[in-house]
């Protein structure tokens, strides 16, 4: 009986399996900042009746020094394709509940990532309860209902192309984005403007850099580069073993005006 087809591609398996694996993994950190005046953003224009006297504005947060707050970037692969596999280490998180803040009638974080093997999990802490709606294209959950000290949690069927708002439906100010992926390789700036991606597989890969304010951010300065891509897509290149720096992603404030 022949066996050499079976056992031939058995080995190409096996060799290109081994050829993954030495490829290596690398880590990718950056800040993003905006360059030049920005005015900060104003209060929230609430009702009289709202139960706080002013309520920030969390659009669009930047630093004393244009720290950018709420970016955010997401490996992304061509229509059809699958996204690398992802490293071991991303195993320990994958079925974690991702909390978000129901807070001063305000959600924290504003921007959240989750993956799709995760489910968000909502912690009211606020001294009413709150009905709250999740607005996806790929996923539409009813509205969850958090009563005062309570919780809801919410899972997710499938990855979202973009983040996409979820809000009350009883204070119309109370708004945040869920950014919903498959992938692990995806990431959202603090409020130094910095965010920072473990294990990516080394090659390069191509992201989407994405705010609130902006949607696609079209204009970047990168590695000392100007790129503009209209769907906020920008290469990367990922070194085996190193600590691959971005530095500065700088963004124009005339962008935000």
């Not at 056992?7 to 060799?15: C, I, K, M, N, V």
């Not at 947060?61 to 950018?68: A, C, I, S």
């Not at 499938?158 to 708004?175: A, G, L």
């Amino acid at each position: 009986m022949k066996t050499w087809p079976f056992t031939s591609a058995l080995l190409l398996t096996l060799l290109f399996s081994n050829l993954a694996a030495a490829e290596g993994w690398g880590t990718i950190k950056g800040k993003f900042v905006v360059k030049g005046k920005i005015f900060p953003a104003q209060a929230l224009d609430v009702p009289r009746a709202a139960p706080l006297a002013a309520i920030p504005n969390q659009k669009l947060v930047v630093g004393p020094q244009g720290e950018l707050q709420n970016a955010c970037l997401w490996l992304t692969v061509p229509r059809g394709q699958s996204y690398p596999q992802p490293h071991p280490s991303y195993a320990a998180t994958a079925n974690d509940e991702i909390e978000i803040e129901l807070k001063d009638y305000l959600f924290h974080p504003y921007l959240t990532f989750i993956r799709t093997s995760q489910k968000a999990k909502f912690n009211n802490l606020d001294p009413v309860g709150h009905n709250i709606k999740i607005s996806g294209f790929a996923n539409s959950p009813g509205p969850g209902i958090v009563p005062k000290g309570g919780q809801w949690v919410q899972s997710f069927v499938q990855e979202e192309r973009i983040p996409y708002p979820v809000h009350s439906t009883i204070y119309p100010w109370m708004e945040a984005d869920l950014l919903i992926r498959e992938s692990p390789y995806a990431a959202v700036s603090d409020e130094n403007g910095a965010f920072e991606i473990a294990n990516v597989p080394a090659g390069t890969w191509t992201f989407q850099f994405w705010h609130t304010s902006l949607g696609y951010i079209p204009e970047i300065k990168l590695l000392g580069h100007v790129q503009n891509h209209r769907r906020g897509e920008y290469e990367i290149e990922v070194f085996a073993d190193e600590v691959n720096d971005l530095g500065q992603i700088e963004i124009s404030a005339r962008r935000f005006k």
